[in-house]
């Protein structure tokens, strides 16, 4: 089945602790890409990466780190997380970055305290 | 930056009783998506536009891209419960760049 895989689903953690969601996507697409989701401002891009080893900033890139190492997996990464990166975040690929479709995750809601 | 602004934000309708909802772009756009996110869902595809002026019909629903390919609209007839949700736009710019609208989250009472 063709899917976008993100875990954790769920996280609350403290302050300053560093912390990784991955994202693995088995649809061979190019195109990957992290949402956060907030209410009133529906999804705003944090990082996206056209290819293997190309990645580049969203429009809320502060306070995250995204690596592409393979072609499969796109990890999020919150070096020092503080409470104000409280959210529910998406993961999504796509074969074409002009006019394919985004394939969501499922979503990983974090708590930082 | 450049926004796809989205309105309304939220919409309680009775069921059987028509929604719309609508986004506008400050610049041309090189073609719009529609999704759909159920409540503790994810966002899911519905539809893609191109062309200007472009109908698109799916049952109940009807898209709309604009002549000027700068707004677009979603359309419901007649809304039942499975409706529910949020709908977001997602405008293409002309850099390749996709922007999401702030999604209307539709309520249907029963």
């Known amino acids: 089945e063709a899917q976008v895989t993100q875990n954790p689903r769920y996280l609350i953690t403290v302050t300053g602790k560093k912390l990784t969601v991955t994202c693995s996507q088995n649809?061979?697409?190019?195109?990957m890409s992290w949402y956060r989701q907030d209410p009133g401002l529906g999804l705003r891009q944090i990082y996206y990466?056209?290819?293997?080893?190309?990645?580049d900033k969203g429009d809320v890139p502060e306070g995250y780190k995204v690596s592409r190492k393979e072609k499969r997996n796109f990890p999020l990464i919150l070096e020092s997380p503080s409470p104000n990166q409280t959210s529910l975040y998406f993961c999504?690929?796509?074969?074409?970055?002009?006019?394919?479709?985004?394939?969501f995750g499922d979503g990983t809601r974090l708590s930082i305290l | 930056g450049q926004q796809v602004m989205q309105i309304p934000q939220y919409q309680h309708v009775q069921e059987g009783e028509d929604f719309t909802t609508y986004c506008n772009s400050s610049?041309?756009?090189?073609?719009i998506q529609w999704y759909k996110q159920r409540p503790g869902g994810h966002p899911v595809f519905l539809i893609q536009?191109?062309?200007?002026?472009e109908v698109k019909k799916q049952k109940r629903l009807t898209f709309q891209f604009g002549e000027a390919k700068k707004n677009s609209s979603l359309h419901i007839t007649a809304t039942q419960t499975t409706d529910v949700g949020t709908y977001f736009c997602?405008?293409?710019?002309?850099?390749?760049?996709?922007?999401f609208g702030q999604g209307t989250e539709l309520s249907v009472k029963p």
């Open positions: 990466s056209m290819n293997v080893e190309v990645t």
């Open positions: 999504a690929s796509s074969g074409d970055r002009a006019y394919q479709p985004q394939h």
């Open positions: 997602a405008g293409r710019n002309q850099g390749g760049k996709l922007i």
């Open positions: 536009l191109v062309k200007s002026g």
């Open positions: 610049t041309t756009l090189s073609n």
């Open positions: 649809m061979n697409h190019e195109y």
